[in-house]
């Protein structure tokens, strides 16, 4: 983050924060997304592209973008890099068998250079299911504690149930907030 | 438009030739220089690769053949970076010892800098030893029938909550899924002629390199990836994706059950059993509105409900 972006940002009236949601396919992203909106989370299909939502939170006016995660989408990622606040990595904590597959996407991801001013939230999703990893194995398997290059934080949450979202949610936009918005 | 992406792919195939000829000619380059002139290669590749993605949002986004056309041209910057990576191991050696800089605390939710989490003796770099008890599996099996009543219930478990369920490696078996255990997600992977019958389950179906399989299930979400030649009988409360796949077939889930205890599973499984999108593949490798060409739907005249029947009527004799 240039000192022109923290000048432009400051500028605007309306603080406005950028997120980028991604993860491996059948993570749980758009359910997520979804669920902090309010909507309706039992008939949700596999993301094809995109989708936007707009939220107002702490103040801040939340622009969450939720792109696909599968394999021959992937590469099409960084076109949704450009001006990202704030990365979330979306885990599937029960899904053993690609947190390997997860953990190089998530480190291929942080070597970008677009990516270098973002802070980045990973949840460790579907805590409702009986076999999925605590976030402190969620932490050690993704090598979390190996990143130096950006802030970050790991929770442990349901989009099913809609547990810890909000403190996720809470968590990047008041770590963005206080890189970004400083000067106010 | 289509001047431009043709200028667009003129002036890139230009630039990526004489990238790989500068690989090629790496060999003859001096020892001492060998590191910067990999340097000024990988930042010609991030230029290449940027100019892709700018292109990217410039070209209509729907056109399905560009589309492919850059991804293949992506593909092949990959295995050029790759080549590169190979080429620096082999070429420079590694350094003796270097300092490494002062680990910074990160902020952590969970566990706060103050309190770090116990380290385990294993080291860092190792991949994670994560026990795959948890889920009920069968996997390098051939010729066999496969009942999850069989399996035993992970340690503790009395049974209630859903559990997921890994197959891996399969060929040529009868896998029948359908007990008073609840199930969360199927994971499949690399099944050859099998059949498989999946009572209704509250997570996903996903499924990997199968061939010549027949499945019927009902699940939340259903994505199949890198298959083929496969029947699918499928209840899904959403649309179903296929990538990288070829031949497959669907149809509904049917009766495979009484339906006084099918309507008790979907319930149990959080299903809507009024609401099915089997017809309603997506196919990630077809982004065009006509029909994709790697899947249809059966023929009334191909749909064998005695399939099910009969795998189904084994566990009850």
């Given amino acids: 983050m240039g000192l022109l972006t923290i000048l432009k940002k400051n500028r605007q009236k309306e603080k406005e924060i950028r997120l980028l949601m991604l993860g491996l396919d059948n ?78 996407e998530l480190h291929e991801l942080l070597l970008e250079e677009r990516l270098s001013g973002a802070s980045l939230l990973v949840f460790a999703n579907k805590q409702d299911l009986p076999g999925a990893l605590s976030d402190d194995q969620i932490r050690e398997a993704l090598s979390l504690d190996d990143i130096q290059t950006h802030h970050w934080a790991i929770l442990a949450c349901s989009a099913k149930s809609g547990a810890n979202l909000l403190k996720g949610m809470d968590w990047i936009v008041g770590d963005i907030g206080s890189r970004i918005y400083l000067l106010d | 438009m289509a001047d431009a992406s043709r200028e667009f792919r003129a002036t890139f195939d230009v630039e990526k030739q004489s ?71 082999k070429l420079v050696p590694k350094a003796k010892f270097s300092f490494k800089s002062r680990k910074t605390p990160a902020t952590g939710i969970s566990s706060p800098p103050t309190t770090p989490a116990p380290k385990s003796t294993v080291s860092h770099k190792s991949s994670p030893t994560i026990d795959q008890t948890h889920f009920m599996k069968f996997e390098d099996r051939a010729d066999d029938y496969l009942f999850i009543g069989s399996l035993s219930l992970p340690l503790g478990d009395d049974g209630t909550t859903a559990k997921d369920v890994a197959l891996t490696n399969l060929q040529n078996c009868t896998v029948n899924l359908v007990h008073d255990i609840p199930l969360g997600a199927i994971h499949i992977r690399n099944l050859k002629q099998c059949t498989l019958v999946i009572p209704p389950v509250s997570g996903s179906i996903l499924l990997h390199d199968c061939e010549g399989c027949t499945l019927i299930g009902a699940c939340h979400q259903s994505r199949m990836h890198t298959s083929s030649n496969m029947d699918i009988y499928l209840h899904v409360t959403s649309e179903p994706i296929i990538e990288d796949c070829t031949d497959m077939r669907f149809a509904p889930y049917g009766q495979i059950l009484p339906a006084e205890q099918l309507d008790r599973l979907f319930e149990a499984a959080q299903l809507n059993p009024s609401n099915n999108y089997f017809d309603k593949v997506k196919d990630f490798n077809w982004l065009k509105q006509q029909q994709s060409p790697n899947w249809r739907l059966m023929d009334a005249s191909e749909i064998k409900p005695e399939i099910a029947q009969r795998i189904l009527t084994r566990d009850r004799v």
């Avoid at chain 1, 989408?73 to 450009?82: A, T």
């Avoid at chain 2, 990988?42 to 949002?57: C, D, G, M, P």
């Fill in chain 2, 19 to 89: 990238i790989e000829d500068a690989l090629v000619g790496l060999d003859k380059v001096p020892k001492s220089n060998v590191q910067a002139s990999i340097d000024n290669l990988v930042q010609r590749i991030h230029a290449l690769e940027k100019t892709v993605t700018e292109k990217i949002s410039i070209l209509p986004p729907y056109d399905a053949r560009m589309c492919m056309e850059v991804q293949i041209k992506l593909l092949s910057i990959k295995s050029m970076a790759e080549t590169l990576s190979q080429l620096r191991t």
């Fill in chain 1, 27 to 104: 993570a749980g992203k758009t359910t997520i997304l979804k669920r902090i909106n309010g909507e309706d989370i039992d008939t949700i299909s596999p993301t094809l592209g995109f989708n936007i939502k707009t939220l107002e939170h702490k103040g801040f006016k939340m622009n969450i973008w939720d792109v696909g995660g599968q394999k021959s989408i992937r590469s099409y990622w960084r076109n949704y890099f450009e001006q990202t606040d704030g990365l979330v990595w979306v885990v599937d904590s029960a899904d053993r068998l690609r947190l390997e597959d997860c953990k190089k």
